[in-house]
């Protein structure tokens, strides 16, 4: 069993910065994808980025060029460092863990709400 544990969220301005933080615990895979989704009110769940344990990351255009993943994979950490923050960035942000090598096995993070205001 894999728990997900998200800290660092808040209220911020428009064009403030806040960095998300999620620690994996229990039994964690190198092939293991870890990521950062999010929901905002009345909307579905939105991949924002993720990132392999090798490096390789993937982001919503959306937010490219506006947040930055990365992983310390000693720590089975994920981190998520969000700047120019808009108020459309304002939702639940949920950290994921994708077991890749059991098609669908995922892991969620309880969510950390973010909320930028105009």
């Known amino acids: 069993q894999v728990q997900l544990v998200e800290s660092g969220g808040g209220l911020v301005q428009t064009g403030g910065s806040l960095r998300l933080s999620c620690v994996a615990s229990?039994?964690?895979?190198?092939?293991?994808?870890m990521g950062w989704y999010r929901q905002a009110p009345g909307g579905q769940r939105e991949l924002v980025a993720d990132a392999t344990s090798g490096g390789k990351t993937d982001y919503a255009d959306s937010v490219k060029g506006r947040f930055t993943i990365s992983r310390d994979n000693a720590k089975n950490t994920v981190y998520l460092q969000m700047n120019s923050l808009k108020p459309e960035d304002t939702a639940v942000y949920y950290c994921?863990?994708?077991?890749?090598?059991?098609?669908?096995?995922?892991?969620w993070g309880q969510g950390t709400q973010v909320t930028v205001s105009s």
């Open positions: 994921q863990l994708d077991r890749t090598g059991i098609p669908g096995r995922m892991y």
């Open positions: 229990g039994i964690i895979f190198r092939s293991d994808k």
